[in-house]
Antibody
Framework: EMQLVESGGGLVQPGGSLRLSCAASGFSFSTSWMTWVRQAPGKGLEWVANINQGGSEKYYVDSVKGRFTISRDNAKNSLYLQMNSLRAEDTAVYYC?????????WGQGTTVTVYS | DIVMTQSPDSLAVSLGERATINCKSSQSVLYSSNNRNYLAWYQQKPGQPPKLLVN???TRASGVPERFSGSGSGTDFTLTISSLQAEDVAVYYCQQYYDWPRTFGQGSRLDIE
């Protein structure tokens, strides 16, 4: 069974940092593009970032450029999202997903709350 | 950025009836070299992650019931549920993958009438 499990969410003050992780199993992680998508409370879905199989191509939504960094460790079947200079508007459930066109496998999400 | 606009924002349909959700993109998501529309549909139930229903505008994902179908091309797309079941109550999103940033529609909430 293909599975993605996110971790690392929590409460953080504005300006703080968090590192999200996503552990993959049941599929070939090293040959898969991966994605982070977020969903603010009561709101819709927002694509955050993509990374290619080897980590050489990365794409970000404008609102996180320069603050968030997507990365991966294929040896550990893991995807990461380093989030710096966090703002209240970054409060959301963060999902990792497989793919960079459509996204066919999703994790359950991890919640990030930025509070002052 | 490609803006995806769904309509309606919410709808209520009787069990067994047809439900139709529309999605319009601000520019074409049809890639001329392969004649494919770079558009997907997702279903999200409360407290759950999204689930892929349709990709390439009209290809049902594995395991998705036949009552779900996608259609359209270029800038105008439709998700149709042919005979609404109780378990179809959810929010539905379209998403384009023609260009970065990937963008979603605002969502359409479907309830039982």
């Amino acid at each position: 069974e293909m599975q993605l499990v996110e971790s690392g969410g929590g409460l953080v003050q504005p300006g703080g940092s968090l590192r999200l992780s996503c552990a993959a199993s049941g599929f070939s992680f090293s040959t898969s593009w991966m994605t982070w998508v977020r969903q603010a409370p009561g709101k819709g879905l927002e694509w955050v970032a993509n990374i290619n199989q080897g980590g050489s191509e990365k794409y970000y939504v404008d609102s996180v450029k320069g603050r968030f960094t997507i990365s991966r460790d294929n040896a550990k079947n893991s995807l990461y999202l380093q989030m710096n200079s966090l703002r209240a508007e970054d409060t959301a459930v963060y999902y990792c997903a497989r793919g960079h066109y459509d996204m066919g496998v999703w994790g359950q999400g991890t919640t990030v709350t930025v509070y002052s | 950025d490609i803006v995806m606009t769904q309509s309606p924002d919410s709808l209520a349909v009787s069990l067994g009836e047809r439900a139709t959700i529309n999605c319009k993109s601000s520019q074409s998501v049809l890639y001329s070299s392969n004649n494919r529309n770079y558009l997907a549909w997702y279903q999200q139930k409360p407290g759950q992650p999204p689930k892929l229903l349709v990709n390439w505008a009209s290809t049902r994902a594995s395991g998705v019931p036949e009552r779900f179908s996608g259609s359209g091309s270029g800038t105008d797309f439709t998700l149709t549920i042919s005979s609404l079941q109780a378990e179809d109550v959810a929010v539905y999103y379209c998403q384009q993958y023609y260009d970065w940033p990937r963008t979603f529609g605002q969502g359409s909430r479907l309830d039982i009438e």
